[in-house]
C-alpha cells in the first residue's frame, strides 16, 4: 500500500485535480483507493460525490482514537472500488496545534484502516499548518504540484523544505516522490522557460510525466466522474500522464 | 481482563458546527451557498448563484380573459394590497411552479 500525500504551498496549483486524476487512473485499474481530503474547501470531496455523509477528517482529528478513521470513511460516487474521508468547512479548525499528539493524530486514527487499501492519497490544504502536518505525518511519500510559473515555483521550493522538514521532526519514512508540472501548456514560452529553470535547479526530482492543461479534467470534475470516464482526444492525453505517475507512486 | 464496554462511536467535533472565520453556526454540513447550483445562467456569474438569484425583469403579457375574471382579479388584488399585475405573476409563478 502506498500512502501520498499531494502537496504545494501555493494555492490553485491543482492539487486536489492530481489527487482525483491518480484516483481515477488507480480506479480504472481496479485497485482500492482512499482520498483523504484534508482540505477545508472539500473540492475532492465534492468531486468524488459521496452520498450524504455523518462525519469528516475533522471529527476524526477532534477524536484521535486509534483506528476511529474507519467511522467516517465513506464510499465515493465513482464506484466500490474508491473510498473518501471527507472534509468540510469546519475542518479549518484543525489547522491550528492540539497538544503534543497535534500533528500525529491523522497517523494514529487511520491505524488498520489502510491496509484494506491499494494507494491512499491525502489532499494537503495549501499551507504548511496542523493539517498538512498531520498529512506529512502520516504519508510514506509527498507529491509536489506546481505550476510552470514564478509564484508557484516558489511554492514549490518551500513545499521540499517543508518535507524535509516533516521528515526529521515527524516520520522517517516520508520521501519526496518528486514535484510534479501540472497545467502545462507547452506553447508557452513562459511555462517552457519555468520548466527549464524547474529541472536545471532540482534535476531528476522534477518528475519526467507532466499534466497537460486540458478543459476534459475540469469538465470530468463538473460531471463527478474520473477523466479516465471522459472520452476527448484531450482527456486522453490526461489519462495517459496520471497513468504514468500512478506507475511512479506504486514503484 | 478486558474491559467488554463497547468504545464510543466517532461524534462530532464540538466545535464542527461553527464556521472557522465567525465563529457563527453552519448549515447543517451544507456547503456556505447553500446548496444552490453554481451554474451561471446566460449573463450571470458564479457569485450571482452565491449572492442569490437575478432579479426578474418585467414584461407585457397580452391575453384575453372573460370580464368576470377580470372583476374578481382586481377584486382579489384590492384585498389583499397589490397590484392585479403583481397578483397575476403570483397566481401564474405558482401554477407554472417556479415558487415565485
Known sequence: ?251 | MESTTPRPALGKAPDAGLHPVSGRPLGSGSPSHGGKSLKAGKGATAADAITGPAKDKYVDLGVRVPKSVRKRLRAQAKATGVTPDDLVSRLLASALGTGR
Open chain 1, 1 to 251: 500500500m502506498a500512502m501520498t500525500a499531494v502537496l504545494s504551498l501555493k494555492g490553485g496549483v491543482g492539487k486536489s485535480t492530481v489527487v482525483l486524476g491518480l484516483a481515477g487512473a488507480a480506479w480504472a485499474r481496479d485497485l482500492r483507493v482512499l482520498v483523504i481530503d484534508l482540505d477545508p474547501q472539500a473540492n475532492a470531496t465534492v468531486a468524488l460525490d459521496p452520498p450524504p455523509f455523518a462525519f469528516t477528517v475533522g471529527d476524526v482529528l477532534s477524536d484521535g482514537r486509534q483506528g476511529i478513521a474507519a467511522e467516517a470513511i465513506v464510499p465515493s460516487g465513482w464506484g466500490p472500488c474508491v473510498d473518501v474521508l471527507p472534509s468540510e468547512e469546519a475542518v479549518a479548525h484543525r489547522n491550528r496545534p492540539e497538544g503534543v499528539d497535534s500533528s500525529t493524530r491523522l497517523r494514529v486514527t487511520l491505524t488498520g484502516v489502510t491496509d484494506a487499501y491499494d494507494l491512499v492519497l491525502l489532499d494537503c490544504p495549501p499551507s504548511l499548518d496542523e493539517l498538512t502536518r498531520n498529512g506529512l505525518a502520516a504519508a510514506d511519500n509527498a507529491l509536489i504540484v506546481t505550476e510552470p510559473g514564478f509564484f508557484a515555483l516558489q511554492g514549490a521550493t518551500r513545499a521540499l523544505h517543508a518535507v524535509e522538514a516533516a521528515r526529521t521532526s515527524l516520520n522517517l519514512r516520508l520521501r519526496p516522490t518528486g514535484i510534479l508540472l501540472n497545467r502545462v501548456r507547452g506553447n508557452l514560452s513562459e511555462h517552457r522557460y519555468r520548466m527549464e529553470e524547474l529541472r536545471r535547479v532540482y534535476g531528476d526530482l522534477v518528475l519526467d510525466c507532466i499534466i497537460p492543461e486540458r478543459s476534459a479534467v475540469q469538465q470530468a470534475q463538473g460531471a463527478g466522474v474520473p477523466v479516465q470516464a471522459w472520452r476527448s482526444p484531450g482527456a486522453s492525453e490526461v489519462i495517459d500522464a496520471f497513468d504514468d505517475l500512478l506507475d511512479r507512486i506504486l514503484d
